[in-house]
């Protein structure tokens, strides 16, 4: 078993509408948890972190974390052609580095 | 500031033949990071460095050496380039002082081992 798991997509959502990305984890011990964006060719920018059990929210984009089911998501609103792109999820479990899923490609129709 | 730079860019090389990527970052970070991404396998980490004079191993350290040079610099070794090397390397670095793992990347090595 993977230890970050994504569904690789492709996700197709219109333009508006809201994409939800998802991710699970195996290490009960995690406590940190990441999203970042990767535009072909180009490489992870950070988008969100979130630490505790619940929502976060930034602009168009939500973080939700849920620690009992070792599961993380991110909803983008109003998605735009624009947001096309592979979003990680990554998790750190203490002093151990971030384990990076495999992605998940998100394609937004005008 | 130019955040993380790596040099080279792009890079060719033949089996058996070595190389050094470089990685600078200027945020005055304490740990710096080198991944290799391939296709549907996201990133891996290969070795990192929690602060100036430490290195640990990471998933896949086989085949690469590293070096902290100083707080600002971190390389990546390749001694005997094999194509299964042929990947696109990313360093990255973080500041854990504030307790968290934010991670800023450059902007990516992409080799190819012939």
């Known amino acids: 078993q993977k230890e970050v798991e994504q569904n690789s997509g492709p996700l197709s959502v219109p333009e508006g509408a809201i994409a939800s990305l998802n991710c699970t984890y195996s290490?009960?011990?995690?406590?940190?948890f990441f999203w970042y964006r990767q535009y072909s060719g180009k490489s992870p920018e950070l988008i969100m972190f979130?630490?505790?059990?619940g929502d976060k929210e930034d602009g168009r984009f939500t973080a939700q974390l849920n620690k009992a089911s070792q599961y993380v998501s991110l909803l983008i609103r109003d998605s735009q052609p624009s947001d096309s792109a592979t979003y990680l999820c990554?998790?750190?479990?203490?002093?151990?580095?971030?384990?990076f899923g495999s992605g998940t490609r998100l394609q937004v129709q005008p | 500031n130019a955040g993380v730079t790596q040099t080279p860019k792009f890079q060719v090389l033949k089996t058996g033949q070595s190389m050094t990527l470089q990685c600078a970052q200027d945020?005055?970070?304490?740990?710096m990071y080198w991944y290799r991404q391939d296709p549907g396998m996201g990133l891996r980490l290969i070795y990192y460095?929690?602060?100036?004079?430490?290195?640990d191993k990471g998933e896949v350290p086989n085949g690469y050496n590293v070096s902290r040079l100083n707080k600002r610099e971190f390389s990546l070794r390749l001694e005997s380039a094999a194509p299964s090397q042929t990947s696109v390397y990313f360093c990255?670095?973080?500041?854990?002082?504030?307790?968290?793992?934010?991670?800023?990347f450059g902007p990516g090595t992409r080799l190819t081992v012939l």
């Open positions: 290490d009960r011990g995690s406590q940190s």
């Open positions: 460095s929690a602060s100036e004079g430490t290195t």
């Open positions: 945020m005055n970070h304490n740990s």
């Open positions: 990255a670095s973080s500041d854990l002082s504030g307790g968290g793992d934010e991670q800023f």
């Open positions: 990554a998790v750190k479990a203490g002093r151990r580095a971030l384990t």
């Open positions: 979130i630490y505790s059990n």
